[in-house]
């Protein structure tokens, strides 16, 4: 699958494998986002050796890495500093930087390899000898403080430390791999699959959304039906309380409290705090402040970070349970195992799509202010995320490039009966929250995924403040 949407993360790698000031960089993102594929992307322009670390004991780890670095086999009791002592000598002999990649680096970690303080000290002598040595790990992002800790531990001759996170494709990116015609069934076709390649690769874009949930989800043997499990458990032993909190999640962004009360068997708030954090270490969530919060808040709503994880978790999950309740809870019964997938589809799914977008939409509009804006307002956010306090709630606000103050109203149902017109929402969260006030230009931005009604297209025309961005140009 093409490496399209990674300019960012290629370029940071390769501007910290140009350099001989020797390196440890870490790639890091959820699984199957594409990570190993970037770094050989990257790397095949440099003298390098790719090591794939396989589930074996640590002494085994040492043997096979002896044995790709072209030595002999090692002794049980030969232990890491000479084990990167070796790869020193081989970089010392290489003009162009050298570089060692260790993939699935987080199998090292389960062998319980004491790995960091060696190959840290042997990047120190690297820099001392001035030998152009660089070291990537692709792994979870959760090794990053033990390894930034570990580098601040050094002298002054450390190696640089580098995170490439490597998030899933935004919607712009994703868009040539998904079914649709219009932009807004493509944008529906995000919503449902998300942007982790792979599950991308397993799409036919010849076929609607519905077609593809019930080959790729909801048939018998369906290839994606247990997806959002099986990466879960891969890398936890004990899964039951990270299942209802994305659970809950799936339902779109929550405060703390909201996510502890969707796990039942936790007597106290505090207890959730570590959960959460090895989910945002895997990948699978995030956390969001208010734009305008202080240095020191400590307000937070958590999201997940791919919509394919909302969607799984929220309808595919309770089907694949036979569960009463949502999606199935407006129709009574749980499907029977005897149902045809197109009916689970055609009345389970599908009645909800809208509002699963609902949730979704604010997710790809501030990845669109964040990455993509260019070509609708002549600048990207310098800053950007979400505006909320007691009294307001914008799904979208930050400041420009250019200086300017945006602030963003999300309608995926635009002109719903008994909702407020999204200008005037904008406008009593701006006068509310007062951020962005003094500077010269406040746009209002009005984000609709559906054709907006010509009521709505009208009032933005009026306002010379305001934009109306629909699917087609946050497709591009």
């Known amino acids: 699958m093409e490496l399209l949407g990674r300019s960012r993360e290629l370029g940071a790698l390769r501007q910290a494998l140009d350099s001989r000031t020797p390196s440890l960089a870490l790639v890091s993102g959820v699984r199957g986002g594409g990570k190993s594929a970037l770094v050989r992307r990257v790397v095949q322009d440099y003298p390098h050796l790719l090591h794939v670390c396989a589930p074996l004991p640590e002494p085994a780890q040492r043997g096979r890495l002896a044995a790709r670095l072209g030595g002999r086999p090692i002794p049980k009791d030969t232990g890491w500093p000479e084990l990167f002592g ?21 199998r090292l970690v389960e062998s319980r390899a004491r790995f960091i303080g060696p190959l840290i000290d042997v990047l120190g002598k690297a820099a001392g000898g001035e030998v152009p040595l660089h070291v990537v790990l692709v792994g979870p992002r959760e090794l990053s403080g033990k390894l930034e800790e ?21 919607f712009r990116a994703a868009a040539p791999f998904l079914p649709g015609r219009r932009p807004d069934d493509r944008l529906r076709a995000y919503g449902v699959f998300g942007g982790i390649p792979a599950v991308l690769q397993q799409l036919d874009p010849d076929v609607g959304v519905g077609t593809n949930v019930r080959r790729l989800l909801l048939s018998p043997d369906a290839p994606l039906a247990d997806t959002g499990g099986v990466w879960l458990e891969r890398d936890l032993q004990a899964p039951a309380r990270y299942y209802a909190i994305l659970s809950t999640l799936s339902r779109g962004e929550a405060d703390w409290r909201t996510i502890h009360e969707g796990v039942p068997d936790l007597t106290r708030s505090g207890q959730v705090a570590p959960y959460l954090n090895k989910l945002v270490g895997l990948g699978l969530i995030e956390t969001r402040r208010s734009v305008d919060a202080s240095p020191s808040g400590r307000a937070r709503r958590y999201a997940i970070t791919d919509p394919f994880f909302a969607f799984w978790f929220r309808f595919i999950l309770p089907h694949r349970l036979g569960a009463v309740g949502d999606p199935w809870s407006a129709g009574g019964d749980p499907p029977s195992s005897e149902s045809a997938e197109g009916d689970d589809y055609a009345r389970g799914i599908r009645p909800q799509i809208d509002t699963h977008m609902e949730s979704i939409l604010p997710m790809v509009c501030r990845q669109h202010m964040s990455r993509d804006a260019l070509a609708t307002l002549g600048a990207v956010g ?34 719903r009966r008994g909702a407020r017109p999204p200008l005037r929402r904008i406008e009593e969260g701006m006068r509310t929250s007062r951020y962005g006030f003094g500077r010269q230009h406040r746009l209002r931005l009005v984000f609709t995924g559906r054709p907006p009604p010509v009521e709505l297209v009208r009032e933005v025309a009026r306002d010379p403040d305001a934009r109306l961005i629909d699917a087609e140009a946050l497709m591009g």
């Open 86 to 106: 070796a790869l020193l000598h081989r970089a010392a002999g290489t003009e162009r930087p050298f570089v060692l990649v260790l993939d699935d680096v987080h």
């Open 382 to 415: 310098r800053e950007g995320g979400s505006l909320w306090g007691p009294d307001y709630d914008l799904p979208v606000a930050g400041i420009l490039t250019n200086g300017a103050a945006y602030f963003g109203a999300c309608d995926w149902l635009s002109g």
């Open 150 to 170: 570990a580098v601040e531990a050094m002298p002054d001759t450390a190696p640089e430390f580098v995170e490439v996170h490597v998030p899933p494709l935004r």
